[in-house]
């Protein structure tokens, strides 16, 4: 009786989670950071970051986890040797974090809830972003601001087999 029971709940587990899988089929996988463009209110383009760009990764799994992390390709400091200046410049210029993610296909957006992040202030909230998938491109877009001044931004990543 006790395994029957046990195997009971490992199938409506295992169905609970393909369903949950299901739902965020679209995203499930890894994709690599190909672009970031931050546009101002009257649609012009602002740069945003180090000049020679940036490299990442973010990866989404069936079960509904995350982590990514995009940093400057500039970087050359060694963490013993580096000036605080420096290093405060190249963390204000990265991003990494984990936690979970959700999709909403009507609605076209993936919300994720960092449970660790580089910036402290965004752990345990949800941040959700509008998103395009076209073939192997997916496009997530919000709004931030920066000195005062509020931005859209978009950010290209391609998936990775």
Do not use: C
């Not at 602002?46 to 990866?59: C, E, L, R």
């Amino acid at each position: 009786m006790y395994r029957n029971l046990m195997t009971s709940a490992f199938l409506v587990v295992a169905v609970a989670g393909y369903v949950f899988a299901a739902d965020q089929g679209p995203l499930v996988g890894s994709w690599r950071f190909e672009k970031k463009v931050d546009t101002l209110a009257d649609g012009t383009e602002v740069a945003s970051g180090p000049a020679a760009g940036y490299q990442g990764f973010v990866v989404f799994t069936a079960g509904g986890r995350f982590v990514g992390a995009v940093v400057p390709r500039e970087r050359r400091w060694r963490i013993s040797t580096v000036a605080p200046e420096e290093l405060r410049h190249s963390l204000t210029a990265t991003d990494a974090y984990f936690g979970t993610y959700h999709v909403d296909p009507k609605g076209r957006t993936l919300t994720y809830r960092p449970e660790g992040s580089l910036d402290p202030s965004l752990e345990n909230t949800d941040q959700v972003r509008g998103y395009k998938l076209s073939g192997d491109r997916l496009v997530l877009s919000g709004s931030w601001e920066y000195e005062g001044t509020k931005r859209h931004f978009e950010i290209t990543w391609r998936r990775v087999e």
